[in-house]
């Protein structure tokens, strides 16, 4: 050994046990992205009271307000993530937290038309972007491989476990306090979360290595485990080559094109289904079967705790089967489950809605964070926040159209059947689109191994 101690990062987080340094960065990544479900799901919630407060004449606009968040959320992924895989990921967890409290504290104050509420929520949603994708890579990074994807889904199913939060917080608030009260509290607890990662949240062991900031490294690694014996002289590695050039370019290097093109075109598929139900659903209820706002908000509330209850069914079934068939069987399932939602017998009997949408929550909402695990495992450090921000980025452009078509579709009066039969397809084309990555990543690993 040479006179300065050489450590493979990877091998050292692989060996530390899971200590206070992971624990506090599990839990404020956790509960960051817990409250930016929060936020991002409660407009939907609280629909049907916008309208009659606005003197809206249909549900169309709320569903342009929801696009208008998700036109923020994809730009932020695109740009955020890039700038986190330059300086860091910390800083821009800490920033985004930070800009998407303050403006949903704003949003409850200022916004008096459904226009102010669009630019506002667009504004915001610049931050919200920030979060999924850089709170994925840093818990990724430091979790032990054994552990890795089950840790990555378990603790990223927060941010549906905040948008179902939303919806009963929303039913018990808006009769007692009005709509805006939901997104005063929205707002104020990723402030005091925000605080909270200035002091916790570390920075990126692999990303600092990569950057060759070495004494960086050996302070995270003394608070990481305090039993190892840190050499200030210590240089460390990580087993890939630090890529040059534009992240975004690196994507689609050294063959990685045609899978980043798939999950690209799986991210849009899945986000336009979930934007779509998650967004609507409870101003559909509310117009066309005439269910009242709080009990719509409630069925739609089990959409989001199907995705939350379905990430860690989904996770231990990876664990045991791998990673795209089981996620090439659940959007399979997505797919039946959207059409029978307009089925006029399970909407006559709110039992039989409840639990088909719960089932649509586990499969579309809860494989979602499978397909950000899928990003974090397939890409290197030096790409990998572009590489999970870039397939939600683009994913977020389905968000967008999801939720305007079915806009569109209840300010022209279409029944429930046909308009979730339509919404099948794109579940099913993701099913499709799951299959075909699973065989270009075992032919692609074929290749690469020696």
Request: with cysteine.
């Amino acid at each position: 050994m040479s006179s300065a101690e050489r450590l493979n990062i990877a091998d050292v987080i692989d060996a530390a046990p899971i200590g206070g340094l992971q624990l506090r960065l599990f839990w404020v990544s956790g509960f960051s992205l817990l409250m930016a479900g929060f936020v991002v799901q409660l407009i939907a919630y609280v629909g049907p009271e916008i309208i009659v407060e606005f003197g809206l004449p249909d549900g169309g606009p709320v569903g342009n307000i929801v696009a208008a968040t998700n036109v923020g959320l994809l730009i932020g992924s695109l740009f955020f993530t890039v700038l986190a895989d330059a300086i860091g990921r910390r800083p821009v967890l800490i920033i985004g937290t930070f800009w998407f409290a303050t403006l949903t504290v704003l949003t409850g104050l200022l916004a008096q038309t459904a226009e102010q509420l669009m630019l506002l929520r667009f504004i915001g949603g610049l931050g919200m972007g920030s979060i999924i994708p850089n709170a994925t890579a840093l818990i990724g990074e430091y979790s032990p491989s054994r552990k890795r994807v089950t840790l990555m889904m378990t603790i990223t199913v927060a941010f549906t476990a905040g948008a179902a939060l939303a919806a009963f917080v929303a039913a018990e608030m808006m009769p007692r306090f009005g709509w805006r009260s939901v997104l005063y509290l929205g707002g104020a607890v990723p402030l005091v979360i925000a605080v909270l990662m200035v002091k916790w949240l570390p920075e990126s062991l692999r990303f600092l290595t990569v950057r060759g900031r070495f004494r960086e490294v050996g302070q995270w690694l003394a608070r990481l485990d305090a039993n190892r014996r840190i050499d200030p002289d210590a240089e460390y590695r990580v087993p890939e080559e630090s890529a040059r050039g534009v992240p975004v370019v690196q994507l689609l290097e050294e063959r990685r094109a045609g899978v980043t093109v798939l999950y690209w075109a799986a991210n849009f598929t899945n986000l336009l289904n979930l934007y779509f139900l998650a967004g609507l659903l409870p101003t559909i209820l509310n117009q066309t079967i005439d269910m009242d706002a709080s009990s719509a908000a409630q069925v739609a509330g089990a959409m989001q705790l199907g995705g939350t209850i379905g990430t860690f069914g989904l996770a231990w079934m990876i664990s045991r089967k791998g990673l795209t068939p089981m996620l090439t069987l659940t959007f399979g399932i997505a797919a039946l489950a959207i059409a029978f939602i307009g089925s006029p017998s399970v909407l006559a009997a709110t039992l039989w809605l409840t639990a088909t949408v719960f089932i649509a929550g586990w499969c579309v909402i809860g494989g979602q964070p499978g397909l950000n695990a899928f990003a974090a495992t397939f890409y290197p450090t030096a790409m990998r926040s572009t590489g999970i921000g870039w397939g939600l980025g683009i994913g977020r452009a389905g968000a967008i159209v999801g939720p305007w078509i079915g806009g569109q579709l209840l300010a022209m009066d279409w029944d429930p059947q046909p308009m979730f039969a339509a919404f099948a397809a794109p579940a099913a084309a993701t099913m499709l689109i799951m299959a075909a990555i699973h065989f270009m990543t075992r032919s692609r690993a074929r290749k690469t191994t020696p």
